[in-house]
């Protein structure tokens, strides 16, 4: 069994703000006390510029009618031959295309790694082991998704720029 969300949260805390540089938006608390669409009553933490961003969208758009953060979905998937558990990083509801459950992640964390002049073979081979990991995760969230009456999506950078 997962371990229950309160405890999670706790262990995932924020860097303290006071310790990070300024204008360093890596992590921190996102403000939902004059939300009317955030649905999670745990504080909602983003641990990237890019999930705070996306957050804000959801806050002020339209079109997203809820939202919440790090919901308490443990989503059993396999890896390294050990099962694994896999929280995705936020629940929204869309006007017109429905409910999905989404991975947030720059582009380049989506995207099958090479190896390049900048790249020795352990940085390489460090990326190859994230990236199969993710793709085992988002497979098994996809799955969970359909079961369960969402869909699945990975929202990047390129996503806020498209709309």
């Known amino acids: 069994m997962s371990e229950p969300k309160k405890n999670r949260i706790k262990s995932l805390k924020p860097k303290d703000p006071a310790k990070r540089k300024k ?20 504080p909602c933490i983003y641990r990237s510029g890019l999930e705070l961003d996306i957050f804000s969208m959801f806050e002020n758009s339209d079109v997203y009618l809820a939202w919440e953060s ?6 059993k998937y396999m890896f390294g031959d050990k099962q694994r558990t896999y929280y995705v990083d936020a629940i929204f509801e ?8 989404c991975e947030i992640k720059p582009f380049t964390q989506t995207v099958l790694p090479k190896m390049g002049k900048n790249r020795n073979q352990v ?7 994230t990236y ?16 369960h009456g969402f869909k699945f999506c990975i929202l990047t950078e390129k996503f806020l720029k498209n709309g």
């Open 94 to 101: 869309h006007k017109s295309m429905g409910k999905y459950l």
């Open 70 to 75: 790090e919901p308490n979905l443990g989503i």
């Open 23 to 42: 204008g360093d938006p890596k992590s921190g608390y996102f403000d939902t006390s004059k939300s009317t669409k955030y649905t999670n009553s745990d």
């Open 132 to 147: 199969e990991q993710n793709l085992a995760k988002w497979t098994a969230a996809s799955k969970y998704a359909s079961e």
């Open 123 to 129: 940085t390489y081979d460090r990326a190859m082991v």
